[in-house]
């Protein structure tokens, strides 16, 4: 398995430790997340002092990132049971396969100066590949805890009648989805202020990884 050089994970994991911690369809699966820029992996430290919060670090090639499960949310990172995605969240008592509602998170590569617009509709034309009738809505930004704004689409009309929305955020050399999917509009809107939640953590600390295969 590959991981960060030695140093820099240990100095991470120490700041993790010291810092405040503030459905897939039956027939198929949620809408197709974007491909991976590198493989990207998430380990999660639990929270301290009787926190109910746990922050996960995501990394990979050039990249590392913190995000911290909602409250009453687990955190897994990637595994044979989330279909590859750097990390997914659900809500205790359940598990990623059966939730009515899940978050996860994936990298995608960023083309040289492209704009997060163009990915988008890269992504959703994707989508429509799929499912010719799905219907998508821009929703107000997010700010996620290191001050950038992340665009938001609503997604509805899939092919397994899927409920979802996704955050898009733009970094140097990748743009970082996440993403709410649920497999009923009660499920969706339950979640949506866990959503919010997930995206309002995220925090980039470094680009500087290297990935020892």
């Known amino acids: 398995m590959a991981h960060p050089s030695l140093p820099l994970l240990l100095s991470l994991l120490a700041l993790l430790a010291s810092a405040p911690s503030p459905g897939r369809a039956e ?8 491909p991976a820029a590198a493989p990207a992996q998430a380990t999660a430290a639990k929270p301290e002092d009787g926190g ?7 990394f990979g090639e050039g ?14 990172g990637k595994g044979e049971g989330n279909n590859g ?11 990623f396969p059966e939730a009515p509602a899940v978050l ?12 997060v617009d163009d990915f988008i509709a890269r992504d959703i034309e994707a989508l429509r590949q799929s499912s010719p009738g799905v219907k998508v809505e821009r929703r107000p930004t997010l700010r996620t805890a290191d001050g950038k704004e992340a665009q938001v689409r609503e997604v509805s009309g899939d092919r397994w009648s899927n409920r979802e929305s ?3 955020v733009t970094e140097d050399s990748l743009f970082v989805t996440l993403v709410l999917t649920a497999r009923s509009e009660e499920a969706y809107r339950q979640s949506l202020g866990a959503f919010a939640e997930l995206v309002k953590s995220y925090k980039f600390l470094t680009k500087d990884v290297k990935i020892n295969r």
Not at 63 to 76: D, V
Not at 85 to 95: E, K, M, Q
């Open 27 to 34: 027939e198929g699966p949620a809408s197709p997340a974007p």
């Open 52 to 58: 109910n919060r746990t922050t996960g670090m995501v």
């Open 63 to 76: 990249h590392l990132f913190t995000l911290e499960a909602p409250r009453g949310w687990l955190i897994e």
């Open 85 to 95: 995605l750097a990390a997914v969240f659900y809500p205790r008592g359940t598990s």
């Open 104 to 115: 996860y998170v994936n990298t995608a590569a960023r083309l040289r100066q492209e704009k």
């Open 166 to 168: 996704l955050a898009f």
